[in-house]
């Protein structure tokens, strides 16, 4: 499952998205942390084949991180020892006035925001890196062989993060990666910028928004979130009326899920029979392999062969039947790419 941080500089609706949230899942009150099953047409289609005793849909927690407050340190130090937790972050963006609810003075700007947000991950980077790098080269001992290794390639980290102010490019060997991982990096971590609109379609500093967001390869997406958690208040008809007053398209946080996915490099495979259909998320690019410890380590330990196939083929023919005798169901070894939809079956022995 994956975590989700959410976070932003103060009043710009962080609680509000976590109500949405609750209502989306059906909660009567907020929680600090809620878990939500992810929308799956592809599962609901298995579902309808297999007609199956047990169904598992993957599953997204979101957390209230707190707030990123300039003025504030300690609510900012508060808010990064929660998202040193999370697999992926939520920037909430404000892009609507209100006389009830102040901006934090000289962010009353989108485009100001998400810098000042963005400012302050760098800066808790850096010093984090400089940090370690500082206790390493003043040890009143001998450095071991990995802290020496440690030592040189963080040097090389924190010239890289100080020069580019991101690690977009920066090339690292899987001990390295596993190595900096450890540390829970803002600069690490994927990234969503989720736009808190009001009843306008667009909001000033757009363009300039959507360029840090490509620079910094991040999701992006808009959702009028106080208006949404009102709107699923509502019953279907009257929601309707309303949505169509009001101009909205979206006031579920689908869109947002599907973003925080592809920032995060996951895709979905799927196990299903009559027992069970399971919807479960990978990284993109895993093996058979790979697929087979997601599920459990011991189907991994004595892995044999996978057979697979893809969701198009089952969702047009209606039947493994079919596939079997249309020659659709392949049978593969431990190193073969697995794609996104697909039917995984592991044969295995231990």
Known sequence: MITVGVTGLPFVGKTKLMELVARYTGLDRIEERIIVKVPDSRLERLVEIYNPKKITPMEMEFMDAGSIDPTEDKVTTRTFSKLQEVDSVVIVIRAFESEAVPFVEGYEKPVDQLKGVLDIFLERDLKLLEGRIDRLKNAKRKLSNIEEIELSFLEKALAYLKENKNFIGFEMKSDERKMITGYSLMSMKPKVVLINKGENEDYEGKEEVLKIVKREEMGYTELPIGIAAELL??????????????????????????????????????????????????????TALDVAGTIHSDIARGFIRAEIFSFDDIDREGSEKALKEKGLIRVVGKDHIVQDGDIVYIRFNV
């Open 233 to 286: 208040e509502l019953d279907e008809e009257d929601r309707k009326v309303f949505m169509e007053e009001y101009k909205v398209n979206e006031i579920d946080i689908e869109p947002l899920m599907k973003e925080i996915m592809k920032v995060s490099n996951l895709m979905v495979f799927y196990t299903a029979g009559e027992k069970e259909v399971h919807a479960w998320e990978v990284k993109r690019g895993s």
